[in-house]
């Protein structure tokens, strides 16, 4: 097969979707799905290497999913590449890129949202009110279009994780959530889609984020109080040169609340912008044993 000729299957329609994975459930085959807003990188890839490994057959879907947007945001910005995107899966393996327009997720008498709470109140949802519920909603309809078995989402979202881990357990989908370890360039920093977004002096500067996430568990670890390294956190980014802080809590790591005391397993989460990007990132953490 040539380049110009990809065994990956292309689309766009529910009911193609539907239609191929019943195929390949007839033929006794397990499923898995990696939902993507595309503009595909490596943490992207270690999602559908893992898919690879687990299930015997994997959809990718791309969808910039205009719901989880406020206003404002960066919906039209977003980037977006969906040759480059489809030889990439392709050159993976994968068996069928689901990427389907607008109209075909959101038809025009479209009227229903998921809406999680508690844990999609706090942290992006205090800052971000509509983004959860556009994830939930899409998430929800994605797992039912292609009834996978398992479905693969990145630790890098941390928060988005536990939104679907909580409504896949209340709405009784018959799915395996799988987290996978966040994917880093060799400073330390995250890989995201809006890393696009940076200059070449805030690119030197956005490493400082899991810098001083690292900084903090490890504090925690030696027994340090998680509100004041907290608030120590958010000052020292400010310092090094991001514009705003959205936030930087030591939390529960199932719930989400932010703790006083260190106790049971622990996440640290931040949000800040610098330039034109708002990045994210989190770590674990555990108290002193
Ligand atoms: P997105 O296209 O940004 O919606 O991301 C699609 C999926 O890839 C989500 O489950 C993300 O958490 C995951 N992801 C994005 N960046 C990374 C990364 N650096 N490492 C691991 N997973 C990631």
Same mark, same amino acid.
Request: one cysteine or more; aromatic letters at 6%; a negative charge.
């Given at each position: 097969?040539?380049?110009?000729?990809? #065994?990956?299957?292309?689309?766009?329609?529910?009911?193609?979707?539907?239609?191929?994975?019943?195929?390949?459930?007839?033929?006794?085959?397990?499923?898995?799905?990696?939902?993507?807003? %595309?503009?595909?990188?490596? %943490?992207?890839?270690?999602?559908?290497?893992?898919?690879?490994?687990?299930?015997?057959?994997?959809?990718?879907?791309?969808?910039? #999913?205009?719901?989880?947007?406020?206003?404002?945001?960066?919906?039209?910005?977003? =980037?977006?590449?969906?040759?480059?995107?489809?030889?990439?899966?392709?050159?993976?393996?994968?068996?069928?890129?689901?990427?389907? %327009?607008?109209?075909?997720?959101?038809?025009?008498?479209?009227? $229903?949202?998921?809406?999680?709470?508690?844990?999609?109140?706090?942290?992006? %949802?205090?800052?971000? =009110?509509?983004?959860?519920?556009?994830?939930? $909603?899409?998430?929800?309809?994605?797992?039912?279009?292609?009834? =996978?078995?398992?479905?693969?989402?990145?630790?890098?979202?941390?928060?988005?994780?536990?939104?679907?881990?909580?409504?896949?357990?209340?709405?009784?989908?018959?799915?395996?959530?799988?987290?996978?370890?966040?994917?880093?360039?060799?400073?330390?920093?995250? /890989?995201?889609?809006? #890393?696009?977004?940076?200059?070449?002096?805030?690119? /030197?500067?956005? @490493?400082?984020?899991?810098?001083?996430?690292?900084?903090?568990?490890?504090?925690?670890?030696?027994?340090?109080?998680?509100?004041? /390294?907290?608030?120590?956190?958010?000052?020292?980014?400010?310092?090094?040169?991001?514009?705003?802080?959205?936030?930087?809590?030591?939390?529960?790591?199932?719930?989400?609340? @932010?703790?006083?005391?260190?106790?049971?397993?622990?996440?640290?989460?931040?949000?800040?912008?610098?330039?034109?990007?708002?990045?994210?990132? #989190?770590?674990?953490?555990?108290?002193?044993?």
């Amino acid at each position: 097969m040539t380049s110009s000729s990809p #065994n990956i299957a292309l689309i766009r329609k529910v009911s193609d979707l539907r239609q191929r994975v019943s195929h390949w459930r007839g033929d006794g085959c397990s499923v898995g799905l990696v939902p993507t807003m %595309g503009a595909l990188h490596d %943490g992207h890839l270690s999602l559908v290497k893992k898919a690879k490994a687990e299930c015997d057959r994997v959809v990718v879907s791309i969808f910039v #999913n205009p719901t989880q947007f406020g206003a404002g945001e960066d919906l039209a910005a977003y =980037p977006r590449d969906e040759k480059s995107d489809r030889s990439l899966l392709d050159a993976l393996g994968v068996d069928a890129l689901y990427a389907p %327009g607008v109209d075909e997720i959101y038809p025009k008498d479209f009227s $229903t949202m998921v809406q999680v709470e508690g844990v999609s109140e706090g942290l992006c %949802g205090a800052v971000r =009110p509509v983004h959860f519920a556009g994830v939930a $909603t899409v998430v929800t309809k994605l797992l039912m279009q292609a009834r =996978p078995d398992a479905a693969y989402f990145g630790e890098k979202d941390y928060q988005q994780l536990c939104v679907i881990k909580r409504l896949v357990c209340d709405l009784d989908m018959d799915v395996r959530i799988v987290g996978v370890p966040t994917v880093r360039e060799a400073d330390g920093l995250a /890989l995201s889609s809006r #890393n696009a977004y940076l200059k070449k002096s805030e690119r /030197l500067i956005a @490493p400082v984020l899991y810098e001083t996430l690292i900084e903090i568990a490890e504090k925690i670890e030696a027994g340090g109080d998680p509100e004041q /390294l907290a608030a120590l956190g958010r000052e020292k980014l400010l310092k090094a040169g991001f514009r705003q802080v959205d936030y930087l809590e030591v939390c529960d790591s199932v719930t989400l609340v @932010p703790v006083s005391v260190t106790a049971g397993e622990l996440r640290i989460l931040v949000a800040a912008h610098i330039g034109k990007a708002r990045l994210i990132d #989190n770590v674990p953490a555990k108290g002193p044993a």
